[in-house]
């Protein structure tokens, strides 16, 4: 199981979890509107998810349901495109 990165970070983008992401699993570009969780690389420590400011990173078995959407979302970015952290 892997974190995922949800609606409220839509916009936001603060760099609270990746700042704090063991293993740099946390990827975006700028013209991203959001921050995504690579879910071949998260390894489920939860760092991320209290540091959050807009309480956007959830457990994927925990995704609210009107965020579902998102679970997809995070698994499909192509993570090829840049490295991850701040951009």
């Known amino acids: ?3 995922v990165i949800a609606e409220p970070c839509v916009g936001v983008k603060d760099a609270a979890c990746v700042d704090v992401c063991p293993v ?3 990827y975006t570009v700028e013209a991203d509107d959001q921050y995504y969780i690579n ?3 998260c390894i489920d420590c939860a760092a991320c998810e209290p540091v959050c400011p807009v309480n956007a990173i959830f457990p994927e078995d925990s995704v609210p349901a009107e ?3 998102y679970i997809k ?3 499909d970015y192509d993570y090829s495109k840049t490295t991850p952290g701040r951009k």
């Open 1 to 3: 199981m892997a974190y």
């Open 24 to 26: 740099d699993c946390i």
């Open 39 to 41: 879910p071949e690389e």
């Open 67 to 69: 965020w579902q959407s």
């Open 73 to 75: 979302k995070n698994a």
